[in-house]
């Protein structure tokens, strides 16, 4: 039969240490009900009394079928367990597991806390046995472990097993700083569980400061520990913890995990973790890694035609798993590497047939070609290869025509005496045979300035006619620019990310000696590709 492995998830508490990180609670209440969706067997939702944030989430906490976990740290020397206000805060939360951190290195005892070795392994041990008798679930977090056992591997065991004689129902061996080599943690956890300390009472927790915090996890694994920490995106301070988005799907799919160990994690969930990533990056307000694995928009992307030819004929020749099983799709990118393999395949995913041999293929082969040598990059913008593609097939129709537009950027102290700025964007088009004028700022509900591209969509949404209520859900998430040339003859190429309601993400690009310019031509772009899509399912028939 398999083993069970636990799955632990941190984000909410370790993931909010990551600069720049702070979670509201609707935001903490929303990423646990997506965990608890996925499978997580334990959902660490902070730290109750060490913040607001983390207090408001433990009254307002969604029920879950995931074990819902308070965190905190030991009692303090010179006071009782009962009477810690610190470990009362914790335990007032109300969940019914409880994990506290403690420390498991010598060094950091003597200096960090400033007491004796008995007298530390007395508080853990005191809270532990605190956190049983009131009837909830006990976890340590034996922190600094592997650091400790490395210099006294006498007394890192001792804390250990003082949590564990209280009533522990894990020990949780931490790799705090995040430098332990995978070998170093199956060596380690094996000379744990012969000390004495079962292996289906162990966990790990893992920093990626090497870059190997998957790798140790899935060693401690391989040498008995049954439960593994970890965070959505490899989220937590400094390098991040040990990412999940990476564990689970190796753990589900790839020998000998996929055999040999079970998890709560069904084959249905596992197929939703490509977008939980990216709501996740969404709520952060930040653009998803690209060569995430399994999660990222590039994890299965086949650039040159040599690639793209033999995953026509069998994708497994360079797919090490179906992407579908962890949510995530196949993509061909057109570039000045394609060759026809890749075309047919990407023209087939956007729902255009073209024969092999059509003459059609190698006059689209040689104008992306040429226009890549001109600053282009259909390789980062699939919707705008897409539409090169329909106009090449006579297949585009023309929604709408631009008639001209004029943006300004103006700078002027405002009534408190600061500088402001100020984006204006006039735009005008013409739809079925009408021009439409339509002016826009670029002021959001803060009334902060969000810049000339802003106000130029804002503009050509305002009033696109009949096509304006398609574009509604649609909005831009990320803008990125690069300078292709230099000197005199600099060439601007500027890439747009934009989304929709139906959480269809989209990028487009652009190229001009002008910024604005650039950023128009790949805005022009987002909202055909938007209104392609959506005008035959809304029945707005074009042009």
Known sequence: MAERLYLYDTTLRDGQQTQGVQFSTPEKMRIAQALDSLGMDYIEGGWPGANPTDSAFFEVAPATRAKLTAFGMTKRSGRSAENDDVLAAVMNAGT??????????????????????????????????????????????AEHFFDGYRDNPAYALEVCRAALEAGARWIVLCDTNGGAMPADVARVVGEVIAAGIPGDR????????????????????????????????????????????????????????????????????????????????????????????????????????LHASAILKDPSTYEHIDPALVGNERIIPMSNQAGQSNLRKRLTDAGLSVPPGDPALGRILDLIKLREDEGYSYDTAQASFELLARRELGQMPEFFEV??????????????????????????????????????????????????VNALYKALAKDLGRYSAILSDMRLVDFKVRITQGGTEAVTRVIIDSEDGKGRRWSTVGVSANIVDASFEALLDAINWKLLRDCAGQGVAAE
Request: hydrophobic fraction near 40%; glycine fraction near 8%.
């Open 202 to 305: 162990l966990g790990i927790h893992c920093h990626n400061d090497t870059d190997q915090a998957v790798a140790c996890s899935l060693a401690a694994v391989m040498a008995g520990a049954r439960q593994i920490q970890g965070t959505l995106n490899g989220l937590g301070e400094r390098c991040g913890n040990a990412n999940l988005t990476s564990l689970i799907p190796t753990l589900l799919l790839k020998e000998p995990f996929a055999s040999r160990f079970e998890t709560g994690v069904s084959a249905e969930a596992l197929a939703d973790l490509t977008r939980i990533s990216r709501m996740l990056d969404d709520i952060l307000n930040r653009v998803p890694v690209k060569q995430a694995s399994y999660v990222g928009s590039s994890a299965f992307a086949h650039k040159a035609g």
């Open 403 to 452: 008639k001209r537009y004029k943006v300004t950027v103006e700078r002027r102290k405002n009534k408190y005496d600061r500088m402001v700025s100020l984006s204006e964007a006039v735009v005008v088009v013409k739809v079925d045979g009408e021009k439409l004028l339509s002016v826009s700022e670029s002021l959001d509900e803060t009334g902060s300035d969000r810049g000339p």
């Open 96 to 141: 019914g597991t409880v994990c506290l951190v403690g420390k498991a290195h010598d060094y950091h005892v003597t200096h960090a806390l400033g007491i004796d070795l008995p007298e530390n392994t007395e508080n853990i041990r005191a809270s532990m046995a605190h956190i049983v008798a009131q009837g909830r679930e006990a976890l340590f977090d």
